[in-house]
């Protein structure tokens, strides 16, 4: 399934009303850093990340050490090419996330 890249609109419009979510650097994608008490807060986190990415079908790209959970968005369909490019998708997901608590 491809799915649509933002426009310059959408994502200036869109990215801006994420709370703590920025541009990565040198990609076209989201990232967000979050931060726990302990290891076993973090990762249920995950699980609950994972359990809303399974659902959506957009899975993310995420790094964890201790009590620190680090989350990269993109839809690597939008730019396949080019390693992804940041979509409605990776939005949905972001705001999905920080809806968790």
Known sequence: ???????????????????????????????????????VEAWGFMSRV??????????????????RVEITLTTHDADPDNGGALSKRDVELANAIDALG
């Open 1 to 39: 399934m491809t799915v649509r890249k933002l426009n310059q609109e959408e994502r200036d419009t869109w990215t801006s009303a994420l709370d703590g979510w920025d541009m990565a650097d040198g990609r076209d994608a989201i990232e967000k850093t979050f931060e726990f008490g302990d290891f």
């Open 50 to 67: 994972a359990i809303l990415a399974e659902k959506a079908d957009h899975h993310p790209e995420w790094f964890n050490v201790y009590n």
